[in-house]
Antibody, heavy 124, light 111 residues
């Protein structure tokens, strides 16, 4: 059974940092790209970042570029989202999601499995 | 403002059919596969349709997808109260910086 489990969320002050983790199981982890998607309270889905199968290609949404860094450790079946210079508008549930058929970013076709999400609240 | 445009809400009676549109451009829908997601309240999104019109195993054939040019459509027939949810379209986009783009979401109400 495919599982994605996010952790690391919480309450953080503006300007501080937080690191999210996504632990995967039930599939060949290093065959697939993994992405982060967030959802602000009462709002729609927003793509945050994606990382290819070996970590050699990473992409970011414009709203987080230069502040967030995505990495992965295939030996630990995990993906990480390092969030720096956090702002109140970064407040959201953060989901990690597995790409259905590809290990490459531009081979994206769909997200077939999602984690349950972890809440990040940026507030003083 | 989302890159992909969806109606904010649609509604229909149980047993009826509804369609949800998703409009984009040549930098996204026009050249890439579209997928659709259902999000029930308080839960993570769930894949309904991929590659424009394919259903993952376990998704009933009441759900269908289509794409024409720079627009895509999700269809749901035989509406059930359990279908009340938000629905999102998504695709890859290559304008400015490449990445996944989502529609703003459509709230389906089954009256």
């Amino acid at each position: 059974e495919v599982q994605l489990v996010e952790s690391g969320g919480g309450l953080v002050q503006p300007g501080r940092s937080l690191r999210l983790s996504c632990a995967a199981s039930g599939f060949m982890f290093d065959d697939y790209a993994i992405h982060w998607v967030r959802q602000a309270p009462g709002k729609g889905l927003e793509w945050v970042s994606g990382i290819n199968w070996n970590g050699g290609d990473v992409a970011y949404g414009d709203s987080v570029k230069g502040r967030f860094t995505t990495s992965r450790d295939n030996a630990k079946n995990s993906v990480y989202l390092q969030m720096n210079s956090l702002r109140p508008d970064d407040t959201a549930i953060y989901y990690c999601a597995k790409v259905k058929s590809s290990g490459w970013l531009e081979g994206w076709d769909a997200f077939d499995f999602w984690g349950q999400g972890t809440m990040v609240t940026v507030s003083s | 403002q989302s890159v992909l445009t969806q109606p904010p809400s649609v509604s229909a009676a149980p047993g009826q059919k509804v369609t949800i549109s998703c409009s984009g451009s040549s930098s996204n829908i026009g050249n890439y596969f579209v997928s659709w997601y259902q999000q029930l309240p308080g839960t993570a999104p769930k894949l309904l349709i991929y590659d424009n019109n394919k259903r993952p195993s376990g998704i009933p054939d009441r759900f269908s997808g289509s794409k024409s040019g720079t627009s895509a459509t999700l269809g749901i027939t035989g509406l059930q109260t359990g279908d009340e949810a938000h629905y999102y379209c998504a695709t890859w986009d290559t304008s400015l910086s490449a990445g996944v783009v989502f529609g703003g979401g459509t709230k389906l109400t089954v009256l």
